[in-house]
T-cell receptor, first 115, second 116 residues
Framework: AQSVAQPEDQVNVAEGNPLTVKCTYS??????LFWYVQYPNRGLQFLLK??????LVKGSYGFEAEFNKSQTSFHLKKPSALVSDSALYFC?????????????FGKGTRLSVIA | DAGVIQSPRHEVTEMGQEVTLRCKPI?????LFWYRQTMMRGLELLIY????????DSGMPEDRFSAKMPNASFSTLKIQPSEPRDSAVYFC??????????????FGDGTRLSIL
């Protein structure tokens, strides 16, 4: 079985400060991990993914995420938050050995960046 | 690329009516997903297709829901009869899963459905 948890429903950060949106996962094998962002009245947009290789993954809009196997985490980070980063963020996971099982999405974390 | 196209963007109808949501995936993508998003339940996978064949429909809530993919460029999600609790935003997504779901899903902008 595979699952993903986003422990925070809401994250507030001041503009210019670093931001972190947390994600932990559970898979029986090796994980494929994704981050998506959803702006109001839009569909989810892909930000970045981890498949294999470097633990630090860089993605769109200056976001990056760090894969930590020992802590089973894949936290999303950005060094300096912008007001325009305010949105709903989803972490998703898939076990590489799960056949036809597609991604499992977390419940989402709402990020508010305050000017 | 035009992206995933969903229609209509908004639908308001009365309880008991049939509702049909439409999706055109990105050309060349061979997997298609239907999701439902509500405040209470978050994002739920309803059904997905691979090469036009339904692979997993375990997320379809009831027999009132059905989905078809008659060809690689078109899919429908139908609710008959509709009920107020079906009110939600319905998303369609597509991906190129030829390498084992390594590629991201591309989402349409959704259909906001309101059942009165």
């Amino acid at each position: 079985a595979q699952s993903v948890a986003q422990p925070e429903d809401q994250v507030n950060v001041a503009e210019g400060n670093p931001l972190t949106v947390k994600c932990t996962y559970s898979v029986s094998g090796n994980p494929y991990l994704f981050w998506y962002v959803q702006y109001p009245n839009r569909g989810l947009q892909f930000l970045l993914k981890y498949i294999t290789g470097d633990n630090l993954v860089k993605g769109s809009y200056g976001f990056e995420a760090e894969f930590n196997k020992s802590q089973t985490s894949f936290h999303l980070k950005k060094p300096s938050a912008l007001v325009s980063d305010s949105a709903l963020y989803f972490c998703a996971v898939r076990d590489w050995n799960s056949g036809n099982t597609p991604l499992v999405f977390g419940k989402g974390t709402r990020l508010s960046v305050i000017a | 690329d035009a992206g995933v196209i969903q229609s209509p963007r908004h639908e308001v109808t009365e309880m008991g009516q049939e509702v049909t949501l439409r999706c055109k995936p990105i050309s060349g993508h061979n997997s298609l997903f239907w999701y439902r998003q509500t405040m209470m339940r978050g994002l739920e996978l309803l059904i997905y297709f691979n090469n036009n064949v339904p692979i997993d429909d375990s997320g379809m809530p009831e027999d009132r829901f059905s989905a078809k993919m008659p060809n690689a460029s078109f899919s429908t999600l139908k609710i008959q009869p509709s009920e107020p609790r079906d009110s939600a935003v319905y998303f369609c997504a597509s991906s190129d899963s030829g390498t084992g779901f390594l590629q991201p899903q591309h989402f349409g902008d959704g259909t906001r459905l309101s059942i009165l």
